[in-house]
């Protein structure tokens, strides 16, 4: 009976040493996990991504190359969520959760909205995406070292979805349905 009590004693105190370890290395992540929520059009619109650094790495063309699907950030793939239905590009995409993934080019890039969730980013499967959609492109002046999404009100969309790293930032506009 006592090595049972002391068996559970000891699964009971490995579990809490899991659960500290566990906290303790997401939080010394290199790539942090972060979110980019706004209200537009009185909805919350939210991504969930990792934000890698530079770290005076050569990023766009080099670790991420042209013409080839990125995960979109680091670690668990990037997703977006929404509770009611976006017209993105040309394409109405229900409420719920999806996850994203870009093809980044030099003079444009893609996002791709995939139906699978919860893989990890370099999970990819082509036949699980929903649509393709090109997103407009720009340099900016001044070094973006962590990767940041950030989802605002659009000027002549309800939204946008902006990119960026290094030096460049890619922008998509959206629109939530009337329906």
Same mark, same amino acid.
């Given at each position: 009976m006592k090595a049972t009590g002391r068996a559970i004693r000891l699964g $009971?105190?490995? $579990?809490?040493?899991?659960? +500290?370890?566990?906290?303790?290395?997401?939080a010394q992540r290199a790539s942090p996990m972060e979110y980019a929520? +706004?209200?537009? +059009?009185?909805?919350?619109?939210?991504?969930?991504?990792?934000?890698?650094?530079?770290?005076?790495?050569e990023i766009f063309g080099a670790l991420v190359p042209y013409g080839s699907v990125w995960r979109t950030g680091a670690n668990e793939a990037t997703h977006l969520r929404s509770p009611v239905d976006l017209v993105i590009g040309e394409v109405?995409?229900?409420a719920g959760e999806y996850t994203l993934y870009t093809i980044p080019d030099e003079d444009g890039w893609t996002l791709i909205i995939n139906t699978q969730t919860g893989q990890w980013g370099t999970a990819y499967d082509e036949r699980e995406d929903l649509v393709r959609v090109p997103m407009a492109v720009e340099s900016t002046s001044e070094l973006v070292e962590r990767?940041?999404?950030?989802?605002?009100e659009g000027?002549?969309?309800d939204g946008v979805i902006v990119l960026e790293w290094e030096r460049t930032r890619a922008i998509l506009a959206f629109n939530v349905s009337a329906e």
């Amino acid at each position: 009976m006592k090595a049972t009590g002391r068996a559970i004693r000891l699964g $009971a105190f490995g $579990a809490v040493c899991l659960f +500290a370890t566990t906290e303790s290395l997401d939080a010394q992540r290199a790539s942090p996990m972060e979110y980019a929520r +706004a209200t537009i +059009a009185g909805h919350p619109i939210e991504v969930q991504y990792g934000r890698p650094s530079t770290r005076g790495r050569e990023i766009f063309g080099a670790l991420v190359p042209y013409g080839s699907v990125w995960r979109t950030g680091a670690n668990e793939a990037t997703h977006l969520r929404s509770p009611v239905d976006l017209v993105i590009g040309e394409v109405r995409v229900a409420a719920g959760e999806y996850t994203l993934y870009t093809i980044p080019d030099e003079d444009g890039w893609t996002l791709i909205i995939n139906t699978q969730t919860g893989q990890w980013g370099t999970a990819y499967d082509e036949r699980e995406d929903l649509v393709r959609v090109p997103m407009a492109v720009e340099s900016t002046s001044e070094l973006v070292e962590r990767f940041t999404i950030s989802v605002r009100e659009g000027e002549d969309t309800d939204g946008v979805i902006v990119l960026e790293w290094e030096r460049t930032r890619a922008i998509l506009a959206f629109n939530v349905s009337a329906e």
